[in-house]
């Protein structure tokens, strides 16, 4: 079991920048795939990024060059830095854990969930 508790998210104005983080429990972070979904009022949860055990790389094209995701082992705890936030990036963040992700952009993929965090970008 992999427990996943988001942080970081927040009423910001666009073009500001936030870092989300989730921490997770667990010996075997390192083995698995991370991702990142959101889930804006009414839409259906979309992915956002991903990272690999190897720290390979996947960015939903929307977010490419603004957002970066990263992962600490050794604190169990992967990252989604934000920048060039627009008010379109307003969605409630999901942090998510896959043992095996063959489709690293795929809901299906991912076996446990956080709770999620509010991120709101004002214009």
């Known amino acids: 079991q992999v427990q996943l508790v988001e942080s970081g998210g927040g009423l910001v104005q666009a073009r500001d920048s936030l870092r989300l983080s989730c921490a997770a429990s667990?010996?075997?972070?390192?083995?698995?795939?991370m991702g990142w979904f959101r889930q804006a009022p009414g839409k259906e949860r979309e992915f956002v990024a991903a990272i690999s055990r190897s720290e390979s790389v996947y960015y939903t094209d929307p977010v490419k060059g603004r957002f970066t995701i990263s992962r600490d082992n050794a604190k169990n705890t992967v990252y989604l830095q934000m920048n060039s936030l627009k008010p379109e990036d307003t969605a409630v963040y999901y942090c998510?854990?896959?043992?095996?992700?063959?489709?690293?952009?795929?809901?299906?993929?991912?076996?446990?969930w956080g709770q999620g965090t509010q991120v709101t970008v004002s214009s």
């Open positions: 998510a854990a896959a043992s095996i992700a063959i489709l690293p952009s795929r809901r299906e993929s991912y076996d446990y």
């Open positions: 667990g010996r075997t972070f390192s083995s698995y795939y």
